[in-house]
Protein backbone atom coordinates (compact mmCIF):
# COMPACT_ATOMS: atom_id res chain seq x y z
CA UNK A 1 0.00 0.00 0.00
CA UNK A 2 1.51 3.73 -1.14
CA UNK A 3 0.46 7.02 -0.87
CA UNK A 4 -2.08 9.12 -3.16
CA UNK A 5 -2.90 5.89 -5.35
CA UNK A 6 -5.79 5.79 -6.85
CA UNK A 7 -7.41 3.34 -4.49
CA UNK A 8 -6.54 6.07 -1.85
CA UNK A 9 -8.44 9.02 -3.55
CA UNK A 10 -11.46 6.70 -4.91
CA UNK A 11 -11.57 6.02 -0.60
CA UNK A 12 -11.24 9.33 0.43
CA UNK A 13 -13.73 10.84 -1.72
CA UNK A 14 -16.34 9.45 -0.16
CA UNK A 15 -15.55 12.41 2.06
CA UNK A 16 -17.65 15.45 1.38
CA UNK A 17 -14.47 18.02 2.98
CA UNK A 18 -11.62 15.73 1.10
CA UNK A 19 -13.55 15.44 -2.11
CA UNK A 20 -13.76 19.12 -2.08
CA UNK A 21 -10.08 19.19 -1.40
CA UNK A 22 -9.20 16.96 -4.02
CA UNK A 23 -10.82 18.61 -6.48
CA UNK A 24 -8.99 21.56 -6.09
CA UNK A 25 -5.42 20.31 -5.21
CA UNK A 26 -5.15 17.64 -7.72
CA UNK A 27 -2.85 14.54 -7.60
CA UNK A 28 -1.24 13.41 -4.64
CA UNK A 29 2.69 14.07 -4.76
CA UNK A 30 4.04 13.27 -1.41
CA UNK A 31 7.09 11.75 -2.26
CA UNK A 32 8.58 10.50 1.36
CA UNK A 33 12.74 11.33 1.75
CA UNK A 34 15.02 8.23 1.67
CA UNK A 35 16.58 8.84 4.84
CA UNK A 36 17.85 6.69 7.88
CA UNK A 37 15.37 7.10 11.27
CA UNK A 38 18.48 8.67 12.36
CA UNK A 39 19.17 11.15 10.10
CA UNK A 40 15.54 12.84 9.97
CA UNK A 41 15.60 12.66 13.90
CA UNK A 42 18.74 14.90 13.81
CA UNK A 43 17.10 16.89 11.27
CA UNK A 44 13.75 17.43 12.70
CA UNK A 45 15.68 18.66 16.13
CA UNK A 46 18.00 21.11 14.33
CA UNK A 47 14.52 22.91 12.79
CA UNK A 48 12.53 22.66 15.88
CA UNK A 49 11.64 26.33 17.00
CA UNK A 50 13.93 27.53 14.30
CA UNK A 51 12.93 29.09 10.43
CA UNK A 52 13.96 27.40 7.76
CA UNK A 53 17.05 29.01 6.25
CA UNK A 54 18.17 29.41 9.88
CA UNK A 55 18.19 25.73 10.65
CA UNK A 56 19.79 24.73 7.91
CA UNK A 57 22.55 26.90 7.73
CA UNK A 58 22.86 25.70 12.10
CA UNK A 59 22.80 22.41 10.71
CA UNK A 60 25.15 22.75 7.79
CA UNK A 61 28.29 23.99 10.06
CA UNK A 62 27.16 21.38 12.45
CA UNK A 63 27.69 18.90 9.68
CA UNK A 64 30.87 20.35 8.49
CA UNK A 65 32.29 19.65 12.08
CA UNK A 66 31.98 15.57 11.72
CA UNK A 67 33.70 16.07 8.18
CA UNK A 68 32.09 13.13 6.91
CA UNK A 69 31.02 12.21 3.09
CA UNK A 70 27.61 12.10 3.43
CA UNK A 71 25.28 12.08 6.45
CA UNK A 72 27.43 11.78 9.25
CA UNK A 73 27.27 8.08 11.62
CA UNK A 74 26.12 8.47 15.12
CA UNK A 75 29.74 7.98 16.34
CA UNK A 76 31.32 10.93 14.59
CA UNK A 77 28.46 12.83 16.09
CA UNK A 78 29.52 11.36 19.42
CA UNK A 79 32.85 12.14 19.16
CA UNK A 80 32.25 15.64 18.97
CA UNK A 81 31.77 17.87 21.93
CA UNK A 82 29.16 19.73 23.61
CA UNK A 83 31.20 23.10 23.09
CA UNK A 84 31.64 22.37 19.44
CA UNK A 85 27.97 21.99 18.89
CA UNK A 86 26.97 24.51 20.57
CA UNK A 87 29.80 26.89 18.53
CA UNK A 88 27.69 25.47 15.18
CA UNK A 89 24.55 27.50 16.54
CA UNK A 90 22.75 24.49 18.45
CA UNK A 91 20.84 25.33 21.57
CA UNK A 92 22.23 23.42 24.84
CA UNK A 93 18.58 21.03 24.47
CA UNK A 94 19.47 20.33 21.08
CA UNK A 95 23.02 19.25 21.86
CA UNK A 96 21.47 17.14 24.63
CA UNK A 97 18.97 15.96 22.28
CA UNK A 98 20.81 15.22 19.30
CA UNK A 99 23.42 13.24 21.27
CA UNK A 100 20.92 11.35 22.76
CA UNK A 101 19.66 10.70 19.37
CA UNK A 102 23.07 9.82 17.91
CA UNK A 103 23.55 7.07 21.44
CA UNK A 104 20.57 5.32 20.59
CA UNK A 105 20.62 5.05 17.61
CA UNK A 106 24.81 3.27 17.86
CA UNK A 107 22.40 0.99 20.05
CA UNK A 108 20.18 -0.05 17.71
CA UNK A 109 17.36 1.36 20.17
CA UNK A 110 17.14 3.76 16.37
CA UNK A 111 16.21 1.75 14.01
CA UNK A 112 17.63 1.30 10.91
CA UNK A 113 15.77 2.08 7.81
CA UNK A 114 15.49 -2.04 7.19
CA UNK A 115 14.60 -2.82 10.79
CA UNK A 116 12.02 0.37 10.85
CA UNK A 117 10.12 -1.80 8.02
CA UNK A 118 9.66 -4.67 10.57
CA UNK A 119 8.01 -2.47 13.30
CA UNK A 120 4.76 -1.01 12.72
CA UNK A 121 3.54 2.34 13.62
CA UNK A 122 2.93 1.96 16.69
CA UNK A 123 5.95 0.51 18.20
CA UNK A 124 7.59 2.66 16.61
CA UNK A 125 6.24 5.79 18.50
CA UNK A 126 6.40 3.53 21.46
CA UNK A 127 10.54 3.17 20.62
CA UNK A 128 11.20 6.84 20.08
CA UNK A 129 8.99 9.45 22.02
CA UNK A 130 11.39 8.16 25.13
CA UNK A 131 14.11 10.43 23.02
CA UNK A 132 15.18 13.51 24.43
CA UNK A 133 13.55 16.27 22.08
CA UNK A 134 11.32 13.75 20.31
CA UNK A 135 7.55 13.97 20.80
CA UNK A 136 4.51 11.63 19.42
CA UNK A 137 4.61 14.94 16.85
CA UNK A 138 7.92 14.30 15.23
CA UNK A 139 7.23 10.38 15.38
CA UNK A 140 4.67 11.06 12.68
CA UNK A 141 6.41 13.41 10.93
CA UNK A 142 9.22 10.74 10.28
CA UNK A 143 6.59 7.97 9.79
CA UNK A 144 4.88 9.94 6.94
CA UNK A 145 8.05 11.78 5.55
CA UNK A 146 10.87 9.64 5.66
CA UNK A 147 9.30 5.88 6.16
CA UNK A 148 6.25 6.79 3.43
CA UNK A 149 3.43 4.74 6.07
CA UNK A 150 0.11 5.16 4.37
CA UNK A 151 -1.63 5.38 7.46
CA UNK A 152 -0.86 8.38 9.96
CA UNK A 153 -3.10 11.08 10.81
CA UNK A 154 -1.39 13.84 12.79
CA UNK A 155 -4.39 14.75 15.14
CA UNK A 156 -1.87 17.43 17.11
CA UNK A 157 -0.63 19.59 13.97
CA UNK A 158 -2.15 22.83 13.46
CA UNK A 159 -2.18 22.39 9.61
CA UNK A 160 -4.21 18.98 9.70
CA UNK A 161 -6.89 20.45 11.65
CA UNK A 162 -6.91 23.64 9.96
CA UNK A 163 -7.37 22.10 6.67
CA UNK A 164 -10.31 20.27 7.83
CA UNK A 165 -11.81 23.00 9.34
CA UNK A 166 -11.52 25.11 5.88
CA UNK A 167 -12.45 21.71 3.86
CA UNK A 168 -15.86 21.20 5.98
CA UNK A 169 -16.51 25.00 6.33
CA UNK A 170 -16.33 25.11 10.45
CA UNK A 171 -15.92 27.70 12.52
CA UNK A 172 -13.30 26.13 14.67
CA UNK A 173 -10.61 23.71 14.60
CA UNK A 174 -11.70 20.32 15.68
CA UNK A 175 -10.25 18.83 18.96
CA UNK A 176 -7.38 15.89 18.09
CA UNK A 177 -9.65 13.73 19.44
CA UNK A 178 -12.98 14.57 17.60
CA UNK A 179 -10.41 14.23 14.20
CA UNK A 180 -9.01 11.11 15.18
CA UNK A 181 -12.60 10.05 15.46
CA UNK A 182 -13.39 11.30 12.31
CA UNK A 183 -10.77 10.25 10.71
CA UNK A 184 -11.09 6.55 11.15
CA UNK A 185 -13.13 6.52 7.93
CA UNK A 186 -10.37 7.63 6.08
CA UNK A 187 -8.24 4.69 7.04
CA UNK A 188 -6.23 2.57 5.82
CA UNK A 189 -5.34 6.09 3.64
CA UNK A 190 -5.08 9.02 6.63
CA UNK A 191 -1.14 9.65 5.42
CA UNK A 192 -2.98 10.91 2.15
CA UNK A 193 -6.26 12.55 3.89
CA UNK A 194 -3.49 14.28 5.58
CA UNK A 195 -1.40 15.84 3.43
CA UNK A 196 -4.29 17.07 1.15
CA UNK A 197 -5.67 19.03 4.71
CA UNK A 198 -1.97 20.48 4.97
CA UNK A 199 -2.64 21.55 1.04
CA UNK A 200 -6.03 23.18 1.88
CA UNK A 201 -4.31 25.25 4.89
CA UNK A 202 -1.25 26.12 2.11
CA UNK A 203 -3.89 27.61 -0.29
CA UNK A 204 -6.01 29.48 2.01
CA UNK A 205 -3.26 31.13 3.51
CA UNK A 206 -2.82 32.30 -0.34
CA UNK A 207 -6.04 33.18 -0.59
CA UNK A 208 -7.06 30.66 -2.84
CA UNK A 209 -9.10 27.65 -1.32
CA UNK A 210 -12.39 27.98 -2.27
CA UNK A 211 -14.19 26.26 0.68
CA UNK A 212 -18.05 26.25 1.86
CA UNK A 213 -20.68 28.13 4.22
CA UNK A 214 -19.14 27.96 7.48
CA UNK A 215 -21.67 25.73 9.91
Keep these: MSIG ?74 ALTPEQMRGAGLSA ?47 EMLLIFTLGRPDVLPVDDFGVREGYRLAAGLEEQPRPRALAEIGEAWAPYRTTAAWYFWRAADLAKDGRFRQPQAI
Design 5 to 78: TPEALRHLRRDPALKRVIRQVGPCTLKPARRQPYEALVRAIAHQQVHGRAAEAILGRFLALCDQPGFPPPEAVL
Design 93 to 139: NKVLAIRDIAEKAALGIVPTRAAARRLSDDALVERLVPLRGVGRWTV
